[in-house]
């Protein structure tokens, strides 16, 4: 099994910034991939970014972003500490819903029940 705790969400103004962290115990040798999702109220879960434990290939991105946070949001992680940051700059009002972190075997998808671990989420809500 592996764990997932999520921290690091809250409330801020538009234009503000963010960085959300998930922290991964347990049996991570497992995991290749780690996701970030957000379910905003009344809506459908949907991908934020990605990133592989270790560097890409040529066939698998390292990281990979949903068009919707491109160039706002940067995924990065420390493998010394099995901990997945996301930072968020620019926020938007549309930014606003619970995050959260995923794991995976294989490579980075930004499908929903391709994930095997889920965190219980950290909420994000941008007021404008």
């Known amino acids: 099994q592996v764990q997932l705790v999520e921290s690091g969400g809250g409330l801020v103004q538009a234009g503000g910034s963010l960085r959300l962290s998930c922290a991964a115990s347990?049996?991570?040798?497992?995991?290749?991939?780690m996701g970030w999702f957000r379910q905003a109220s009344g809506k459908e879960r949907e991908f934020v970014a990605g990133i592989l434990w270790s560097g890409g290939s040529s066939y698998y991105a390292d990281s990979y972003y949903a068009d919707s946070v491109k160039g706002r949001f940067t995924i990065s992680r420390d493998n010394a500490k099995n901990t997945v940051y996301l930072q968020m700059n620019s926020l938007k009002p549309e930014d606003t819903a619970i995050y959260y972190c995923a794991a995976r075997g294989g490579p980075i998808s930004t499908t929903v029940r391709l994930y095997d671990y889920w965190g219980q989420g950290t909420q994000v809500t941008v007021s404008s």
């Open positions: 347990g049996r991570t040798f497992s995991t290749s991939a």
